[in-house]
């Protein structure tokens, strides 16, 4: 049963906080995508920090190969890093490669430290329910923004909502300062379209992804790393 | 005039962060006794990082010594780092050395990179209207728990007052994402007593304290390193 609910304001944080598990979060919008391709019925993805590496992967295990370079899919790619576009895609059965170096960096920095579970606003509920259930202590992780050396509004603000749904779920867990922060703030799902990044992301005309990524609980996947390696985390739902 | 107002959540954002202003806050209570010092008259102020070099300085300068180990005030010293006890001691025309690891290292790590200033709720006001009037850009640094590795709730809460004063001196200044958090985030004050470390300290029986850090406007001061160096920093107000 879960006792105490830490959140790292940014991944460096993380490194200072000792928990079972660790709920990393890159809102806008891999961790969204990750949620939403797992709820469509992929089998298992790769989330891989290099390009090259992507391609690599995708072709040597056959799979589907998406994600960004600066917010579009590079030539090639099958899908780009758009929930929008996974809520739609035929991806059932399908093994996949997203391509993110941010999320990415995050998943892998905690490997070995504890479980490490990739969230979002989509699954908030899914995932606090699992991490509720199995695990004494969970940190909510902000991916953060320039490789995740700043603070990002948006991933604090999906942080806290995943935040509130692991003290929904185990209401007597204590809360770390940030994680008390979150709960204190109002109206976290607006947040994430105020931020930095949510405008850049509408500047490429994506605007309905912004939009998706704001939503709770769109998804019922939790999906957790089950293998890390250099450049690259394998992804496999629980 | 002021065009860009940033927050650091940890010291170690602020490194990303390029603004001619940093404000450092470690608001319980080297920020907050600092500020009140300086209203009660002092000239000046060493912080130090170490208390053998604490010792020697106010031994060498004839500086009053003052500051915690576990939160009191160690054996030879003449004050604690009480704004509580700050407020009402003789410290007129005299000079200072405050023993503080936190908020030394702060203070150190952004020497050279701007100028630098102390800030805390007790002096918000007064530091935002210098700051807004002489830089074009400024982060407030929140010094955080845990040498500056974990976020705390009591510094993020008055450098969202002091990011909110600065916002209020330049209202057409930009906000970053953490300093927009800020300005979402109702009862910052209040924040300040609900912190993991505000517990710490009305445990040893210091409440008052608590509650003076979480007063807007209780000094005037704006006190600015004027010079760093090993495990010091002096400073004087502007």
């Not at 391709?37 to 090259?52: D, P, W």
């Not at 699954?123 to 695990?135: F, R």
């Not at 850049?200 to 089950?226: H, K, N, Y």
Request: aromatic share 4%.
């Amino acid at each position: 049963m879960l006792e105490r609910i830490e959140l790292a304001v940014v991944p460096a944080e993380a490194a200072a906080i000792a928990t079972e598990a660790y709920i990393v979060v890159d809102v806008l919008r891999a961790t969204t995508t990750i949620a939403t391709l797992f709820a469509r019925g992929l089998t298992s993805l790769v989330a891989a920090g290099r390009i090259e590496l992507a391609r690599e992967l995708a072709a040597n295990e056959r799979r589907l190969l998406m994600g960004e370079v600066h917010g579009l899919p590079p030539a090639g790619f099958d899908f780009g890093n758009s929930p929008v576009e996974a809520a739609a895609a035929p991806v059932a059965g399908r093994g996949g490669v997203l391509f993110t170096t941010n999320g990415t960096a995050a998943l892998c920095l905690l490997a070995g430290r504890g479980a490490v579970f990739a969230g979002a606003a989509a699954n908030a509920t899914a995932l606090a329910a699992h991490v509720a259930a199995h695990y004494a202590s969970a940190t909510v992780v902000c991916a953060g923004n320039a490789a995740g050396a700043r603070f990002s509004l948006e991933d604090f603000a999906a942080a806290g909502m995943i935040a509130g749904a692991l003290s929904d779920a185990a209401p007597a867990a204590a809360l770390g300062d940030a994680a008390a922060l979150a709960r204190h703030t109002p109206d976290l799902a607006d947040l994430i379209g105020l931020s930095e990044h949510a405008n850049v992301v509408r500047a490429l005309g994506l605007g309905g992804d912004v939009e998706f990524c704001a939503r709770l609980d769109t998804s019922a996947a939790v999906p957790m790393v089950v293998a890390c390696g250099d450049g690259w985390a394998r992804i496999e739902t629980v």
